[in-house]
């Protein structure tokens, strides 16, 4: 519900902080006192249009803050969510106007679009006025109004469901038809990649054990030939010249032929029997070296040839070689699905058919469903109407088959409320057909009746009473309390009778201060409530007739 309404220098008021509390609470004032002013304020802060007239004369801006205090799991809170707001307790949506026009919007002090303002104002506050109607005379509403006036929601749940399921139904068979047609367009090119990559037949990791096994094949190659080099150091190109070995021998006989005494040629005889053992131990292990067998160059060149190809491969389909696996069984996938595409396309074909039924069967359901309800609410309405004199006035309520690219989740069918004041008149739009007092009281008795289910947790009325007095005025306030029973209600009026209903009692009234005129409110007491209701009956001069009125008024409302 509306908790306060917070009011800076707007056209006659300067400032002014307003509590609102639970049921109905009246406004009342002489015209021109500025009742019109505080619902401007209040659209303000609803989110509607702007303008620089609206500025209090001499100020830079004006601005309004309406406080809200939804109950839990009030629309309002998923709007937030869907913005990123988070969601308090209280909800405030304030209004900044400058004097040149321009406007800001904010929700709990975060800069919003007017947009998102005027969105959650239509889910907090539905305001009926003279000339100017939202929420009920919005054919946009008429279902979902009518839907819990007959408890249907199970049913349009159903429906939802159903319409989801459908949905979902129709796209796979959607995806599957141009997944086809996307092959077929390009099945030459699948057979042949397919085709092409099976001769490649990539495996899982192969690039890197390939790339393992190639670096060590080029290191044992290398190791390979660093002992033939070694062995080739040990065995002379030119066959005319001696080997190392060879070399050793002749040199130890050389010196064995010295003439004695040759004892100091032994220790170079020693030396030259070592190096010709050591030479025999080195070319030894030299060729078990290369009699282990060196690296297999066929080995290394097919393992090359392998990692080329597949790099090649990768190259061509422009994906890394490890995607090559997951490429070859997406493609040979898709010619499966080609293959035996159209038994699965007719299985989903199957599947959609099926959901449709389901939907249909569900949405026709809810229409009759709502044919019942709309009876029942056009019986409920029409006792509602002599009273409010509207006596000669029919509210009818069509529910019209739409057309099938217009079904959605609320099902197949249009509701909209339509009326015919007079006798033979064939029935309209609300907004259209009734005069300003006639389709703000049909829209009070319609509100009566549909208080249970309604949305919107504050009403507005502006002038219900228009044109209207004695028992019917006193209908209009009595119908106005019990919508109040479940809804917050704010009512402007003229009437006695009505404000007498209410549970709070606010006056408007006007006064010059320092040559300026400025408009104040005041939450009346008991006494001075029953002085006003007297103001109202008699006029300028207040009897004690009525005041005792006055007095019978509100012991009848009590």
Known sequence: MLASLAIRDVVLIERLDLAFGPGLTALTGETGAGKSILLDSLGLALGQRAEAGMVRAGQPQASVAAAFAPPSGHPAFDILREQGIEAEDELVLRRVVQSDGRSRAFVNDQPVGVALLRRLGAALVEVQG??????????????????????????????????????????????????????????????????????VNPEEGEEDRLAAERQRLQQGERRAEAIAAAIAELTPRDRRSPTPSRALREAARALERLPPPNEDAQPALAALAA???????????????????????????????????LRAA????????????????DLRARLEALDAGSGRVAALERDEAAARKAYLAAAAALTEARREAAARLEKAVAKELPPLKLDRARLAIEVAAKEENAWGPDGQDG????????????????????????????????????????????????????????????????????????????????????????????????????????????????????????RMLAGERVTDAARAAAESLLADAR
């Open 275 to 309: 190096a010709q053992d050591a030479l025999a131990e080195a070319e030894a292990a030299l060729s078990r070296l290369m009699s282990e067998g060196g690296p297999d160059p066929r080995r290394l060149e097919q393992v090359e040839e392998r990692l080329f190809a």
């Open 314 to 329: 990768a190259r061509k389909h422009s994906v890394a070689v490890v995607e090559l696996p997951t490429l070859l069984a």
């Open 130 to 199: 003279q000339h100017d109607q939202v929420g009920l005379a919005d054919p946009a509403s008429h279902g979902g109004l009518l839907d819990a006036f007959g408890a249907l929601e199970p049913r349009r749940a159903a429906v939802a469901e159903a319409w989801s399921a459908w949905r979902t139904a129709t796209k796979r068979l959607v995806e599957a038809r141009d997944a086809i047609a996307a092959a077929q367009r390009e099945e030459e090119w699948l057979r042949h990649a397919v085709a092409e990559l099976k001769d």
């Open 415 to 534: 509701v909209t409320f339509l009326v015919a004041t007079n006798p033979g008149q064939a029935p309209g739009q609300l907004a259209k057909i009734a005069s300003g007092g006639e389709l703000s009281r049909l829209m009070l008795a319609l509100k009566v009746v549909l208080a249970r289910g309604s949305p919107v947790p504050t009403l507005v009325f502006d002038e219900v009473d228009s044109g209207i007095g004695g028992a019917t005025a006193a209908a209009v306030g009595e119908r106005l309390a019990r919508v109040a029973e479940r809804l917050q209600v704010l009512v402007v009026t003229h009437s006695p009778q009505v404000a007498a209903r209410g549970a709070a009692h606010m006056r408007v009234a006007k006064q010059v201060k320092g040559g300026r005129a400025e408009t104040r409110v005041e939450t009346l007491p008991e006494a001075e409530r029953r002085e006003e209701l007297a």
